[in-house]
């Protein structure tokens, strides 16, 4: 897509598959940068919409003070409605990242959000700053049979009996992350309700003496089942950040498996490492799950 109004745009159809590529200069070097809006995902296509136009402002394809193309124009370019746009538009002006101007069009806003600066930390001050942080909400705490995958990751017979807890974390209201947690029965005794309103399950766990000596962590793409649609106030179906954590004090010796739910729109993922730890990671994967030849992308 390229500023100033001028879009080239290629516009595929078949197999009940909208496709629509959207053309710009890259920032750094000459390239194509495609967008596609599929009728075939479970979010909607405003929802897509504001995502691609979120992330050109991000990238600086539209830079603070310039104007985006009109309605008419990023419904052609996307191959969408106006009404689609309209509702995109106004969500971004909601969120802060575009302004109206009366009888001159829509521009992105002087000064957009700002991620807060990265500060260093160690990962239990971590802990005890997001405990501080949020507002966590106790959903459920109790006994019961993990669920397969869970038993499974932590080597357990699927009717084994652990302790389970969720939780909601907030900043003023606004839901941020849904988490699950499964502990092993021997390290749990002093994990309450009341104990989850003032300490997390991590922080209790180091308290008590256990050690996390082995830590696994997958972060994947997952669309809101309906019970994490609803407490985040999402759609369902909606792309969610899930993080699921494998904790254990020795090999063979799990201690929790924890899973947390957000969404990119609220939240951020970030790694910080020293140079000697970059070399000692290599445990790190990059893994996917498709086959050579695989051909299942449209």
């Known amino acids: 897509m390229l500023r100033g109004g001028r879009m080239p745009r290629r516009v595929e159809s078949g197999g009940g598959l909208d496709r629509q590529c959207c053309r710009y200069p890259s920032l750094q070097r000459d390239e194509t ?125 699927e009717d084994a009996q652990v302790m389970y807890a969720s939780r909601l974390r907030a900043i003023s209201g606004v839901p941020l992350l849904f988490v699950d947690s499964w502990v092993m029965a021997e390290h749990a005794g002093h994990i309450t309700g009341d104990a989850l309103k003032e300490r997390s399950i991590s922080e209790m766990l180091l308290s008590d003496g256990v050690r996390f000596r082995y830590v696994t962590e997958e972060i994947t793409a997952v669309a809101a089942a309906p019970h994490v649609a609803a407490t985040l106030r999402v759609e369902v179906g909606a792309p969610l950040l899930c993080v699921a954590r494998l904790v254990s004090s020795d090999v063979g010796k ?45």
């Not at 993922?269 to 498709?290: A, C, N, P, R, T």
């Open 33 to 157: 940068v495609s967008v596609l809006l599929r009728r075939d995902r479970g979010d909607l296509l405003y929802r897509q919409l504001f995502l691609a136009l979120r992330e050109e402002i991000r990238r600086g394809v539209y830079r603070e003070g310039e104007p985006i193309p009109n309605e008419e124009q990023l419904g052609q370019s996307f191959g969408v409605s106006r009404i689609t746009v309209r509702r995109a538009v106004a969500d971004l002006v909601e969120e802060g990242w575009l302004e109206k101007r009366l009888g001159r069009g829509t521009f992105v806003k002087q000064t957009i959000p700002r991620p807060p600066a990265r500060t260093e930390s160690t990962f239990i001050e971590s802990l005890g700053k997001r405990s501080k942080q949020t507002q966590v909400t106790v959903l459920e705490v109790s006994r019961r049979s993990p669920p397969p995958h869970v038993a499974a990751a932590m080597g357990l017979a």
């Open 254 to 298: 799990p201690v929790m498996y924890l899973t947390g739910y957000m969404t990119s729109e609220r939240s951020r993922i970030v790694f910080s490492h020293e140079e000697q730890d970059l070399v000692g990671m290599y445990e790190g994967k990059l893994i996917h799950d498709v086959a050579a030849g695989d051909s299942r992308l449209p």
